[in-house]
Structure formats: structure tokens, C-alpha cells
């Protein structure tokens, strides 16, 4: 039986990041730079999250998918057609909004060199003000949205909607969208790292130059029928999203109380949101991410107590 699996952040920093990893998930940055992502568990050929001890210690999840894959996520998984990891897992701190962007559905991202992306975020953290732009408002077309593009007054036609700590939203890949600014969130997405801005607020990278915008690819993925999404709260079962790319659910245990985890085959992440627990033999706290590998003969090894107050997510691959 494996113990869970713990993995290096990799940190990004960003033109509209913060210090909230710093602050509120109590990490050590490695400068004072604004730090708007952290990938938690990614399988990108440029970015390899590595495993930080215990048996595979020093692994890559590239090799964890190709050469221990019955062992690490089960054999549900061996014939899998992925070469990579199919999820990849982040923290984003928008200390301010982040660009209106798109990503390329599947029907058309590989003629603009892209891949495709849908994705979904759990509201951590999040100011009074803090708002989130998804689709156009209602009754917006193609044409009024190419006429405030030129105008310059393009934010006026997006839906915004202002979120709550524990709401989430699935942004399927065409949706516009913007995380504003006050947001700590959770992402769960496809395998991809293609997005296209359409408008940045006119604002400049932290190299000093305004960052390249993507308006004819961006034009070409919008879904310009997406109106007015809202936010969503967990099913009574605690279920978030369940989609061809992942399944998540979320849980949450009160102090010294203890509950096994289902589906013992396969593997699950589980994504620290509030409080700690115990898991098998490891222990996490509020940001922690752990790989639980299959453990169908030990049931201990599957079993979350709560040290106090606890709530998690569950990440699993459908």
C-alpha cells in the first residue's frame, strides 16, 4: 500500500497575482514578486510537478502516469489514450482581475494551434466587492461585441456575477470570462495551457509592455449565445462538476469525526480547503493537495479524520 503522494507547487507569477498563498495558505514564495498561480499537479512537457518524499520521491507525474500507472491511479486507467496526465490543478490569487479571455473548444482548437479547455473554480476566499465576469450579458451579438472591442468599452457587455466562499462555477471552454480581483480560488482543468485575451483592462505585463491580445482567435471561440451564467452551490450529495474531463465533489467532516473515502480502485485527490485532517499516514492542512493511490485491501488507508473543522475537495478522473 502507497501512503499519499505530496507534490512541489510551481509557482507563476503573475501581472494581476498577490500574497495570499504567503498569507492565507501560510506557503514560503520564493521572492517578493506578485504570485498569481500555483500548480498544484501538472503534467505539461515545460512544468513537471515532482513527488517530495517517500518512495517516489524526486518523481515526475509524467513518469508516475507512464511507467506506475496501475499502481499510482489504477488499473481502471492502464489502457487510458492520455501520454500526459489529463487534469491539471491550481490555486489562483487574483490580487487584481485577471484578462477577459477564451478558451478554444475542441471542435476548433487544433486549427488555431491551440487545446482545448474547460474548467472549473472553487471560491476559497473572496472580498466583499470580489466579482467574477462569465458570458455577455443578455441580448449582446457578435457585432456589439466586435463595436465596444473597437469602442474600448467591452467590460460593459460581460455578466458578472459576486461570489461567496464555497460557490463555484464551470466555465466550459467558449464561456468568456475574467476572475476579478479580491478571489482565491481553486481550479480544476483539462491538461491545456491555451488561453486567448481579448481585452486586457489596458493595462502592461510586468515586463512594463502590454501583454499580446488574441482577438481573432478569441472571436472565433467565443460563445456568443453563453448568457448570463450563475454560480453554483454543491448538490446534497456534495457534488460540484461531473464532466468528461473530471469528476469533483466536495466533503466536509466536523472535528474528530472520521469517514472512508469511496471507490477504493481508483485513485483520488484530495484538495485541502478549511481546517486539518489525517489521511492514512499523511497529514494536510487548509491548501494541501495529496495523491491517495488505490488501497482496496486497507480501508484505514482511505479513512479522512478530521483535526478540526475540516472540508476538502475530491478530484478524480472519470
Not at 23 to 36: F, I, S
Not at 165 to 189: D, K, P, T, W
Not at 197 to 202: A, G, Y
Request: proline share 7%; glycine share 8%.
Amino acid at each position: 500500500m502507497t501512503p499519499p503522494l505530496r507534490f512541489q507547487p510551481l509557482y507563476q507569477t503573475r501581472v494581476w497575482g498577490g500574497r495570499r498563498l504567503e498569507t492565507v495558505l501560510k506557503r514560503e514564495l520564493p521572492d517578493e514578486q506578485p504570485y498569481g498561480e500555483s500548480w498544484e499537479l501538472c503534467d505539461r512537457a515545460e512544468f513537471q510537478s515532482k513527488v517530495v518524499d517517500g518512495r517516489y520521491k524526486g518523481m515526475s507525474l509524467h513518469d508516475l502516469w507512464m511507467h506506475h500507472r496501475v499502481d499510482i491511479f489504477g488499473s481502471r486507467y492502464a489502457s487510458h489514450p492520455a501520454t500526459r496526465f489529463p487534469i491539471l490543478l491550481k490555486v489562483l490569487d487574483c490580487e487584481e482581475v485577471l484578462s477577459l479571455q477564451v478558451h478554444p473548444p475542441a471542435s476548433i482548437a487544433a486549427s488555431l494551434d491551440g487545446e482545448p479547455k474547460t474548467e472549473m473554480w472553487h471560491v476559497m476566499d473572496a472580498s466583499p466587492q470580489a466579482a467574477i465576469y462569465a458570458g455577455l450579458k443578455r441580448g449582446v451579438t457578435r457585432d456589439d461585441f466586435v463595436r465596444a472591442l473597437e469602442e474600448g468599452s467591452v467590460a460593459d457587455l460581460v455578466h458578472q456575477v459576486h461570489p461567496k466562499v464555497g460557490q463555484f462555477m464551470f466555465v466550459e471552454s467558449g464561456r468568456l470570462h475574467a476572475l476579478g480581483a479580491g478571489l482565491l480560488v481553486y481550479e480544476i482543468q483539462q491538461n491545456s495551457d491555451t488561453t486567448y485575451r481579448v481585452f486586457d483592462w489596458n493595462r502592461v505585463g510586468l515586463d512594463g509592455k502590454p501583454r499580446a491580445l488574441h482577438v481573432q482567435e478569441s472571436l472565433a471561440c467565443i460563445d456568443f449565445d453563453d448568457a448570463e451564467p450563475s454560480l453554483q452551490q454543491p448538490g446534497p450529495d456534495g457534488g460540484l462538476v461531473t464532466c468528461p474531463w473530471f469528476d469533483v465533489r466536495r466533503s466536509t467532516l466536523p472535528a474528530g469525526e472520521r469517514v472512508e473515502l469511496a471507490n477504493s480502485e481508483d485513485f483520488v485527490c484530495i484538495a485541502v480547503l478549511r481546517g486539518d485532517i489525517n489521511l492514512g499516514e499523511g497529514k494536510a492542512g487548509a491548501g494541501a493537495l495529496l495523491l491517495l493511490p488505490p488501497a482496496t485491501a486497507d480501508a484505514a488507508a482511505r479513512t479522512v479524520a478530521a483535526v478540526s473543522d475540516a472540508e476538502w475537495l475530491e478530484i478524480r478522473l472519470p
